[in-house]
C-alpha cells in the first residue's frame, strides 16, 4: 500500500516551471523613426547658434539605413543661416568616414593651391581711369577668389573631428558606432554644434537598426 500510495503521489506533482529569460534590452532608433531633436532640441539649438531655429522638411531620396538630415533655419541677424547635420550608423559607418577625411582634406588643399594659383596670376591693375580696377573686398588679384578658402584641420569632437573647407565638420562618435556631419556659416559655432551633438548622441539613442546592449 505504501508503495502504490508513492507511485501516485509521484504521478500527480506538478512539473517545474520553467523561469522565463527577462527581455533583452536594445539600443538604438531605427532610422525611419529617428527624430532630430532627440539628439539637439530647438532650445539647445538656439543657445549654440545665437538664434531661434526652426526645423525645415525637405524631403528627399537618402540612402537606405540612414535618417534624414536634420535641417534648420536659425533667425540671425541681419539675414537666417542655415544649418544642418546628419548620421550614418550603418556597419561600414567607420571606412565611409575614413574615405571621407580623406576626401574632405584633399578638398582643402586644392583649394587652396587654385587660390593661390589664381593670386600670383591676377594681372595688376592699371591705375589709369580707362582701365579696370581692382575691388576692395578682394583678397588677392582682381582674378582670383574673393575669399581665401579655409584650411582643413583637427577639432576637438568625438573620437575623431575634422573641421574642412570652411563649411562643414566631420567627426567620428566616440561612444556610438556612427559618423556626423555638421554645416554651417561659422567655424567657432560649428564646433560648438558638434560638441553638443557628440554629448547627446548614444548608443542607446544612434539612429541605427536596433541590436543588443554591449
Not at 507511485?7 to 532610422?31: F, I, M
Not at 584633399?106 to 587652396?112: A, L, T, Y
Not at 593651391?113 to 591676377?122: E, H, M, P, Q
Request: one cysteine or more.
Amino acid at each position: 500500500m505504501l508503495v502504490i500510495a508513492a507511485c501516485g503521489n509521484a504521478g500527480t506533482s506538478e512539473p517545474q516551471k520553467k523561469t522565463d529569460e527577462p527581455p533583452r534590452k536594445l539600443a538604438g532608433v531605427y532610422p525611419e523613426n529617428f527624430r532630430c531633436d532627440s539628439i539637439a532640441s530647438e532650445a539647445q539649438l538656439a543657445t549654440t547658434l545665437g538664434g531661434a531655429a526652426r526645423q525645415l522638411d525637405t524631403p528627399s531620396s537618402i540612402p537606405r539605413g540612414v535618417p534624414h538630415p536634420c535641417n534648420y533655419e536659425v533667425q540671425t541677424s541681419p539675414s537666417p543661416e542655415y544649418w544642418t547635420f546628419d548620421f550614418d550608423c550603418r556597419p561600414g559607418y567607420k571606412t565611409t568616414a575614413d574615405a571621407l577625411f580623406a576626401q574632405y582634406t584633399q578638398m582643402s588643399g586644392d583649394n587652396i593651391a587654385a587660390y593661390n594659383v589664381a593670386a600670383d596670376a591676377a594681372p595688376v591693375p592699371d591705375s589709369g581711369s580707362k582701365k579696370k580696377k581692382a575691388k576692395s573686398d578682394l583678397d588677392a588679384g582682381i582674378d582670383a577668389p574673393q575669399r581665401v578658402p579655409e584650411a582643413s584641420k583637427v577639432v576637438a569632437v568625438g573620437a575623431r573631428g575634422l573641421d574642412h573647407n570652411g563649411q562643414g565638420i566631420l567627426f567620428l562618435d566616440d561612444d556610438a558606432p556612427c559618423y556626423v556631419r555638421v554645416v554651417g556659416p561659422d567655424q567657432d559655432r560649428r564646433l560648438a554644434l558638434a560638441q553638443l551633438i557628440a554629448t547627446n548622441l548614444t548608443f542607446a539613442n544612434a539612429p541605427m537598426t536596433p541590436r543588443p546592449f554591449k
